[in-house]
């Protein structure tokens, strides 16, 4: 029912910026985004939570990122953005866009998840 297409990834030396997008498209309008978010994950480590923004516009970032990562939300409440600044080689990754849909008001609840784009930050 839902397709994420991200964009954004890339190369960035320490102490940069960069800026993901993620938009996600439904196929049925009876179906309507809950949340949308970014994880990432490196080998051999769990997928953890970067930053997740809901249908209200209430937010959460993982503790390792707050205060250099925002999220947001353009073009509708159907693409969100994730605006990285003072990264760290610890940063890199690949990131994943996360969106929970719903259909109906709770009737039920689904996620689903993108490819993947990969963030190196190195000099």
């Known amino acids: 029912q839902v397709q994420l297409v991200e964009s954004g990834g890339g190369l960035v030396r320490p102490g940069g910026s960069l800026t993901l997008s993620c938009a996600a498209s439904?196929?049925?309008?009876?179906?309507?985004?809950?949340?949308l978010g970014w994880y990432r994950q490196t080998p051999g480590n769990q997928r953890e939570l970067v930053a997740t923004?809901?249908?209200?516009?209430?937010?959460k970032y993982g503790n390792s990122v707050a205060g250099r990562f925002t999220i947001s939300r353009e073009g509708g409440a159907d693409t969100v953005r994730l605006q990285m600044s003072r990264l760290e080689p610890e940063d890199t990754a690949v990131y994943y866009c996360?969106?929970?849909?719903?259909?109906?008001?709770?009737?039920?609840?689904?996620?689903?998840w993108g490819q993947g784009t990969q963030v190196t930050v190195a000099s």
């Open positions: 439904i196929s049925d309008t009876q179906y309507s985004i809950n949340t």
């Open positions: 923004i809901n249908w209200k516009g209430d937010l």
């Open positions: 996360k969106a929970l849909y719903e259909r109906g008001f709770g009737i039920s609840m689904h996620a689903a």
